[in-house]
């Protein structure tokens, strides 16, 4: 099951896995594209590494690495609870 994170504003999705039996959480990128359809990528924590890169940029993933970098705590956390709705569920 994939949970969301983050919408950015040029409508990226940032979509995220539980934890999975390895210990890794799947973090996936999408965003919209005229011409392409979406770009994507895949990147696991908590080693960062990439996987399946469609479409984006070096400076793009580049900005997708500090991205994850400074929330992989968030993401890493809402990944136990279930996503962050039930993280946050009162």
């Known amino acids: 099951m994939m949970y969301p994170f983050m919408t950015l504003p040029d409508d ?10 390895d210990g890794r959480v799947k973090v996936y990128i999408e965003t919209p594209d005229e011409k392409d359809g ?4 895949s990147c696991y924590l908590p080693t960062y590494e990439w996987a399946e890169i469609e479409g984006y940029s070096e400076e793009e993933m580049l ?8 929330n992989a705590h968030l993401i890493l956390a809402f990944a136990e609870e279930g996503g962050i709705l039930n ?4």
């Open 87 to 90: 993280a946050t569920a009162l």
């Open 63 to 70: 900005r997708f690495t500090k991205l994850l970098r400074n």
């Open 12 to 21: 990226t999705e940032i979509v995220h896995s539980e934890v999975k039996e």
């Open 38 to 41: 979406f770009h994507h990528a």
